[in-house]
Structure formats: structure tokens, C-alpha cells
């Protein structure tokens, strides 16, 4: 579903991403771990089109999207969440989760909205329908009249990702969504992301600095530190890698005795 090849990005003198390849399968969780500065959100911005990269190939479901804008990339299937939530906050949950459908149009246009078209009401009923049982799945029916602005952090993230998910996916990028949940909206968003691909068979991208949450959910994970891969594998082989220990898990390794303190 997702290809990166060779991607590049330079701030001035500084290698924010360097050669980075990798691949994402159809319905399966990639993570993407590494410690602070080490390109993950830099990664997202190139993959969902916010910033062009120096140089590298971006491939989205067998197709270059290297030159697209992100509104393409979206109408492509691409979606994204933010590492520091970026929701309407005039807006209240269930119209926060609406705009993600507008694009698609309501049918008929001025027209269709002047004298209330039958085609139009259908319509409408159907995005309804889809964002309440979208608000369902993420626990957030009970505040869907709420202002976005009025929430928690934790709520919040869960309305962005509805908003997210609303109009299915094929490709869904995740930066750092369990950050300010507590363990229930953790354990429901963990849930949210393994139905979600199951059910529809999209490629999520992980990012998060939670490593027990990384660890649960994903079926592979790449480690990016200073804008390489540091390496890549199934997570039991990433728990057992003493470069990953020491650069993302803060672990000193002997490498003599094979010890870590």
C-alpha cells in the first residue's frame, strides 16, 4: 500500500531524513519508533504531501504520488492525525467528523440544497448514519454536541481520529494517538485500530512513544534514529536489539558481556 524509496529532507546543514526506504502492507500496523528529532513527524509530512523532499519516491497503492498535493493524496485514501490535535474547536464533535465527507459533495449542489432533493436528503441521511456510527466506535456519542475546544486532550484525540476514519481509509498515518489518553481510551483505541484494518484491509502507520502500546498492536516496526533506519522487524526482535535499546529504550549495552544496565 505504501512505498517510501531513498526519501531525503535537509534543514540547511541538518539531515532530518536520510535514504529512508520502507514499505507498508494492506492491513497491516507498521510502527515507527525512534527518540525525539528522530524524523518520524518529518516522515509523516512527506508521506501525507505537507513538505516535498529533497529527493526519494513516494508510492501510495502502486501509483507515484511523489508530485500530488495532500488534498489528492487524501482523495486517494491517505488520512492523518496530528501529533499536536488539530481540530475544528468552533466546531462540535459531530461537525468536526462531517467535514470529513464534504468533499464528496452532497448531490444536485445549490440546486439540491434550494429545493431539498430527495437525492440530497439520502445523501445526507447516509453521512449521518456513518459519522454516528463512527462516534460509536470511538466513544464519543456522548459529547458529539460538545464544542471541540471545550474537550480534554484525550477526547480530543479521539475526535480526530473519527474524523480520520469516517470516510475508510486505505492508508491511515497515527502520530502519537495514545499520547494523553488514559488506559481505557488506549485500550478502545487499540481496538478502533485493529477492527479498522481488519474490516477494511488499510495500511496504519504508527507513530508513538508509548513502546508497551507499539509493541501490542503493530505487526512490524521500524526504528528511525537521527533520519536513518536504525532497524527494522517484528517486534520481539526490535524489543531484542541492543542498537535500538540504546538509542530509542535508553538501555547501555555491554557488548562484551551481552549485559544491559
Known sequence: MLELEEVSVRFG???A???VSLH???????????PNGAGKTTLFDVI??????????VVLDGNDVSGYTSAARARRGLRRTFQRVQTFGWLTVEDNVLTALEWRGGGGGFLGDLVASP?????EHERRRLVAETLERCGLTNVKDELAASLPIGIARM???ARAIVDPPRLLLLDEPASGLDEKEAQRLGGVIQDLRAETGCAVLLVEHDAGFVMLHCDRIVVLDRGSVLAAGLPEEIQGDDAVRSAYLGVEVDADAGSAS
Open 119 to 123: 437525492w440530497r436528503r439520502r445523501r
Open 159 to 161: 475526535v480526530e481520529l
Open 48 to 57: 501525507s504531501g505537507v513538505r516535498v523532499p529533497d529527493a526519494g519516491r
Open 17 to 19: 531524513l536520510d535514504g
Open 24 to 34: 507498508a502492507r494492506a492491513g497491516e500496523v507498521l510502527g515507527l519508533i525512534g
Open 13 to 15: 546543514g541538518i539531515a
